[in-house]
């Protein structure tokens, strides 16, 4: 019974320490604990072979009479209940229990903590972005005039190597490029875009890589005779790039009219001034009747309110004047769509207008059958094991890019209706099966490829990005 004694010793000795506080008379805890032990002393609960336990009982009751956490790990946290961090929190619970927790569930709390980190920073991301002077900003703007969008995971599809033969179908600012030239030794890269401004950096950049650039203006419907002109034949492509829809530059030059931000003339023409007798924006908004507006809203922006649109730019266009500027353009559409707010895909306001400059910029670019061209040309440049790689910036281009990738072509024409709702009682010749069956693309993913979400608050222009890669079988 020696260590029955001793231990009950110990722990009533070490109660007596115990402060006690008068004014908390019957809830007193030093008190409750006294009694306690001293009707547990009377019982046969407190046993010999439960001394490691009462052991341990002990040990904890002396660390809370001296304060040592208290002393270990002073309160510094107002907030929380104990004044630890979690960390700290750990040190305290016993190791029991922090056993326990690791077995049941370490995945959950790591998890836990991470996310807690992740909000704390989300939040902290905004402010240092305010905190940033304009004129960085403004030097970043000069410095860096297009940011090439998931550019590690265009160079991991396309995986250009040395001496292959590149076509960049969308220069821009030569972003892709210059990467595209970095990866490997004496790659040739043929570099087209249908903007003239771009010609200056395809010098420079063609000045930092003599031999290996081959500048190209013009548009997709152009390459074959610019390709003809420069000896490059059919099947002789390693690789394709497509980057749709604007550059960064053209959005933020006012005078383009691709901007909604900063008021300009409603031109919209990526060409530039090679083709003079192409109408601009503010032609087809003096001249389209109302029924020719509103499907033009309908159909390449995808505009819910497309009729009411075209209602107000034809009755501004009778009772006050032509439309002939962004600005004069947005504030319309603004002003006949407040009836609920609008938001882009990182859930910030968007403009009104927004769809409606999506849908005059590619009415007046005729940028779909321009792609669909551009797609079906692809195919004829490519080697046998050639890789293409596309980046679209909304449903239209993707859906294009889908239809050409699953063979789902009628006459070279994307297919309207996808191919789960076709008429399944159609039937068709052996022939016509055979054809449809052997798909001319292997696709190199199996989902879409979306931007990373540090890429898209880094740059929140790439958060519409989808990029699809695929292999020419034949």
């Known amino acids: 019974m020696a260590p029955r004694t001793d231990t009950l010793k110990r722990i009533l000795t070490i109660l007596e320490k115990w402060p006690i506080d008068e004014t908390k008379t019957g809830r ?27 052991d341990r009982q002990y040990l904890s009751l002396q660390k809370i009479i001296n304060s040592d956490h208290l002393k270990r790990y002073p309160r510094t946290l107002s907030s929380s209940a104990t004044g630890l961090t979690a960390e700290q929190c750990n040190l305290v619970l016993s190791s029991e229990f922090l056993e326990q927790l690791k077995r049941k569930r370490k995945a959950y709390l790591k998890s836990y903590f991470r996310l807690k980190q992740n909000r704390k920073m989300n939040r902290l991301k905004p402010v240092l972005k305010r905190l940033c002077s304009t004129q960085v900003v403004a030097n970043s703007i000069k410095t860096s005039p297009h940011v090439p969008v998931m550019l590690d995971e265009v160079l991991q599809y396309l995986k250009p190597t040395s001496n292959q033969v590149i076509l960049d179908m969308t220069f821009g600012a030569g972003g892709h490029s210059q990467r595209i030239l970095e990866s490997g030794e004496n790659i040739k890269l043929l570099a087209l875009d249908r ?8 010098q420079n950049l063609g000045n930092n890589f003599p031999g290996q650039l081959t500048p190209l203006l013009g548009r997709f419907s152009e390459l074959p005779a610019l390709l003809n002109n420069n000896g ?44 003079p007798d192409l109408p601009t924006a503010a032609e087809i908004l003096a001249k389209a009747n109302e029924l020719d507006l509103a499907r033009i809203l309908k159909v390449y922006g995808e505009e819910k309110q497309a009729k009411k649109i075209a209602r107000a730019i034809v009755e501004a266009r009778y009772l006050f004047r032509n439309l002939n500027t962004t600005g004069e353009l947005a504030d319309l559409v603004d002003s006949i769509c407040n009836e609920q707010a609008r938001v882009d ?20 670019n005729n940028e779909l059958n321009e792609i669909n061209y551009g797609l079906l040309l692809a195919h004829k440049y490519l080697k046998i094991g050639g890789r293409l790689v596309t980046i679209s910036f909304h449903s239209l281009e993707d859906t294009i890019v889908k239809r050409h990738l699953m063979g789902n072509l009628i006459e070279n024409i994307p297919n309207e209706v996808p191919l789960k709702y076709l008429n399944c009682s159609t039937s068709a010749s052996k022939d016509v099966l055979e054809k449809v069956m052997e798909a001319n693309w292997k696709c190199l993913h199996k989902h879409v490829i979306l931007p990373t979400e540090e890429e898209v608050e880094n ?3 790439s958060r519409s990005a989808k990029l699809r890669a695929a292999v020419k079988l034949k």
């Open 459 to 461: 740059n929140p222009r």
């Open 28 to 54: 007193d805890l030093g008190t409750f604990l006294k009694n306690s032990f001293r009707k547990l002393q009377k019982t046969e609960t407190f046993k010999d072979n439960r001394q490691k336990y009462w």
């Open 232 to 275: 490059v034949q059919q099947n002789s492509i390693d690789g394709i790039l497509f980057d749709f829809g604007c550059s960064s530059m053209q959005f933020d030059e006012a005078d383009r009219g691709f901007s909604l931000s900063k008021d300009g003339p409603l031109n919209m023409r990526m060409d530039g001034n090679r083709f």
């Open 345 to 364: 895909k990182l859930h910030r306001k968007a403009h009104n207008a927004t769809k409606t400059f999506q849908a005059l910029r590619i009415f007046v």
């Open 195 to 202: 903007d003239p401004y771009t010609q200056l950096h395809m």
